[in-house]
């Protein structure tokens, strides 16, 4: 306890959502700055916005590409908490079990990538045909 108050660093549960939210805020701005693929997630999330502006997607055509989006930035967030955990537990020393736990969350990500992939195919193909044929 002494040492928390030296150097002021929390090591308890946040007491205020205020705390909560700045922590969490905290997070996503280290993901941002620190994760390459974050931010080409997000470039490509404001491109598919864009490109589903311009077609005029409908209501739940919407709701699919928001889910869409919102499973890439989370699977993508969850790869680097794997990431940060295995090379904190194994002190950036090479490990079988981490290297598959790593290659595991991984594969999330391009799951929800193929997913992703199909789905915006679903909605985009048909509105750019129609817009080619007519």
């Not at 090479?94 to 999330?108: N, P, R, V």
């Amino acid at each position: 306890m002494l040492m928390a108050l030296k150097d002021k660093k929390q090591t308890e549960k946040n007491h205020t959502f205020k705390q909560s939210f700045v922590h969490a805020w905290s997070g996503v701005i280290r993901i941002f700055r620190e994760e390459r693929n974050m931010r080409i997630h997000s470039i490509w999330a404001v491109i598919v916005i864009l490109f589903a502006w311009g077609l005029r997607l409908t209501g739940p055509e919407w709701y699919w590409i928001i889910a869409c989006i919102g499973s890439m930035l989370v699977t993508e967030t969850f790869n680097t908490v794997a990431e940060n955990l295995v090379d904190l537990v194994t002190e950036k020393t090479y490990s079988e079990l981490g290297k598959h736990i790593k290659d595991m969350a991984a594969g999330a990500v391009l799951i929800a990538a193929c997913f992703s992939g199909i789905i915006g195919l679903c909605i985009f193909v048909p509105k750019i045909w129609m817009l080619l044929i007519h």
